[in-house]
């Protein structure tokens, strides 16, 4: 496959969408005055939102950064003096319900560790504002529902930052899995890890919602459901377990392994790891396999199949950009949000087996 421009990028996903594919859209009902771009409010001000969401936000066609809520009174200048944030638009997570009254913020971007995203959603929606929520979407099915359920009470959106599912390759293999232009899927592995060497890191947290398969793992389960066009419906079997336990205690796991069973017979291999690094699905079809490495990077990724390369390239933080500005559109244009709360939920459904099966060595079904 050729190269693309952002533009012609752009206009293939507006033509092509994965969520279309895979997720039951929620339809947004609460409208905003009409705006040129939307304000965007980022919560928590960590590695993601200052070395990728930021920068990514000054390339954006369809919203900007408009605030900021942090908890480092340190950082508020900082950012005000890089970006132009009015004083008005900076909260800290005691002042963060005043931002129901601020007409700048639109949208209320969660980045913060899983265990708080349910809180700030929610508190989010109560302010009336649309929001967007780092992956993954909560610590349990019964958060995700709650946030799903807040978000349709207060009539507003809800986005999960699956950047993936916006990106162009991700989106050809998908394509090609649809359209069974290589026949039927029958198997599928995936793996998704780096070396993490932190150690104090929420990450390594329990109560903050640490361990691998919450953060990494979502990568591999997804590159399953999107690369099956399929659902799973069991785990057959699971493996949890770390090397570190002086740093990753209280159960937590820097590696996982699983076995997925789909419809259809189809088996679905998965590993995840902060312990080692790796990134690649392969997908086996009736008439060849589909080869992405790395398929879920923040840039570089690509593949082969028997019909060609899949190669759109792009550089960081473009699919940030990309996946805000399809959300802002879908916001403006009041169409339904490309990869709204659902796709978290089934995720964290998934995560629950996953981790019932390691602990009893049982197939779990999903």
Not at 141 to 162: N, P, R
Request: glycine share 8%; net charge negative.
């Amino acid at each position: 496959m050729k190269s693309i421009s952002r533009r012609d990028t752009i206009k293939s996903l507006t033509l092509f969408s994965g969520a279309s594919l895979f997720s039951p859209l929620t339809l947004m009902e609460n409208s905003i005055p009409k705006k040129e771009k939307l304000g965007v409010a980022l919560v928590g001000l960590g590695y993601y939102s200052t070395d990728l969401l930021a920068h990514a936000l000054q390339q954006t066609e369809h919203c900007y950064l408009a605030g900021i809520v942090t908890g480092t009174p340190a950082k508020e200048g900082i950012w005000k003096a890089k970006y132009q944030i009015p004083e008005s638009n900076v909260y800290n997570y005691k002042s963060f319900d005043d931002i129901k009254d601020n007409p700048d913020i639109d949208v209320i971007y969660i980045v913060l560790p899983p265990s708080m995203h349910m809180e700030y959603v929610v508190r989010a929606a109560k302010a009336g504002k649309q929001v967007w929520c780092e992956k993954p979407m909560a610590m349990t099915v019964k958060e995700c529902q709650t946030m799903i359920d807040a978000c349709k009470a207060a009539g507003v959106s809800l986005s999960i930052g699956y950047r993936c599912q916006h990106e162009p390759n991700t989106l050809a293999f998908q394509k090609i899995i649809k359209e069974k232009s290589l026949g039927a899927v029958k198997s599928l592995d995936c793996a998704a890890g780096y070396r993490d060497n932190r150690t104090d890191h929420w990450k390594q947290k329990a109560e903050m919602g640490g361990g691998v398969i919450y953060d990494m793992g979502v990568y591999p389960i997804q590159g399953l459901r999107l690369g099956s066009g399929m659902e799973p419906i069991a785990v057959r079997s699971a493996k949890a377990w770390t090397d570190r336990p002086e740093i990753y205690k209280d159960g937590l796991a820097d590696n996982v392994e699983a076995v997925l069973e789909f419809p259809e017979g189809v088996i679905g291999t998965m590993k995840t790891s902060f312990a080692e690094g790796f990134n690649f699905l392969d997908i086996a079809c009736e008439s060849g396999v589909i080869e992405m490495a790395p398929f879920s990077s923040y840039a570089g990724n690509k593949g082969t199949s028997p019909l060609g390369e899949i190669n759109f390239p792009y550089d960081v933080p473009w699919q940030q950009a990309n996946q805000m500005d399809q959300d802002a559109l879908a916001i403006m244009t009041k169409k339904p949000m490309p990869v709204p709360g659902e796709e978290g939920l089934r995720d964290i459904r998934i995560v629950e087996a996953i981790l019932e099966s390691a602990k009893t060595g049982n197939r779990v079904i999903i």
